[in-house]
């Protein structure tokens, strides 16, 4: 079944379902659900409140709370190969350091990066095209011409473990074009989104795959548009160093878990755009109001019976 609503009126009381809300922080983890993160990173939260939940009917994901803590560029992304002409050679691996920049900041964190690990005395700039939000990349060969390549994974590159989808670039190898007596330029072949993508998922793998909320199959990072770990979308709607207040805006739709017959922990965790590589809070806690419903220990329905007026009981039981 889809999503739909399952509580009606009657300020959130029903005959069939009972409710609960469970407040999630991730400072009050009980572990991380992997040892290579840190449990403020992918918390596993042991839930169950005056008892074990059983006989589940539906979970609804009602609001989150996210700092703006975590890193655009980051230890999964932010590499990419640089090229230069014979003699010189190569190829190096430029890194851009971790953290958050704006269009300006690129522009000198870029070239530094780049002049870091050049293996000839050219010096290389990066400025921002501001009419047609493009990356330029130039050298200062001068008459002699000396091409270079910025190679951005291969020819099926998902844009997953390294910046282009954030500086502009096409994936696999960019080269330089030379202006006749003055330099070797790229000109990036996209607009930049120097700050990032525009909205993050929150992902649940006990939880996500058992809801109807899908991707297209064009999502190569997030699964082919198969059942996946995602739970919700939340836009960024803030800067570094904000909180990200969000709430569902149509809290009448739930997620039918079809009586899940038991919950006893759940975990989440954050991914960026159409990314998979889980988000690192830098020790900021991001926070999650869960909505459940459980199916009510037995749920009467009668109905008369036909010549015989016979009336008949139906139970639901755990």
Request: with cysteine.
């Amino acid at each position: 079944m889809g999503v739909y609503n399952k509580m009606g009126d009657f300020g959130g009381l029903s005959d069939t379902y009972k409710y609960y809300e469970f407040e999630l922080d991730a400072l009050d983890w009980s572990s991380a659900f992997a040892a290579e993160y840190a449990p403020t990173d992918w918390p596993l939260f042991t839930i169950g409140g005056k008892r074990p939940l059983q006989n589940i009917a539906a979970i609804k994901l009602l609001e989150i709370q996210i700092p703006f803590s975590f890193y655009i560029y980051n230890q999964d992304n932010n590499t990419f190969v640089f090229e230069e002409a014979a003699p010189f050679n190569g190829p190096v691996t430029v890194t851009i350091p971790e953290g958050n920049y704006n269009v300006s900041e690129m522009e000198t964190v870029l070239a530094a990066a780049i002049n870091a690990v050049r293996l000839s005395a050219l010096v290389y700039t990066v400025t921002a095209d501001t009419n047609t939000q493009k990356l330029v990349i130039k050298n200062n060969s001068g008459g002699v011409s000396l091409p270079f390549t910025m190679t951005f994974g291969s020819s099926t590159d998902t844009g997953n473990s390294n910046p282009r989808l954030y500086l502009g670039f096409t994936r696999g190898a960019t080269t330089s074009i030379h202006d006749v007596g003055v330099t070797d330029y790229i000109i990036a072949p996209n607009a930049y989104s120097i700050t990032g993508p525009n909205y993050v998922y929150v992902n649940s793998d006990k939880l996500g795959n058992l809801c109807n909320l899908f991707l297209p199959r064009g999502a190569f990072n997030l699964g082919y548009g198969n059942a996946g770990p995602q739970l919700a979308k939340i836009p960024l709607t803030v800067q570094p160093g904000g909180v990200v207040f969000w709430s569902d805006p149509d809290p009448g739709k739930w997620f039918d878990l079809e009586s899940l017959p038991s919950l006893t922990d759940v975990d989440f965790y954050l991914t960026m755009g159409n990314t998979s590589n889980k988000l690192r809070m830098n020790g900021q806690n991001f926070s999650i109001k869960l909505g459940i419903l459980e199916n009510e220990l037995s749920s009467q329905q009668s109905s008369l019976g036909s010549a015989a007026s016979r009336v008949t009981k139906r139970i639901r039981s755990k």
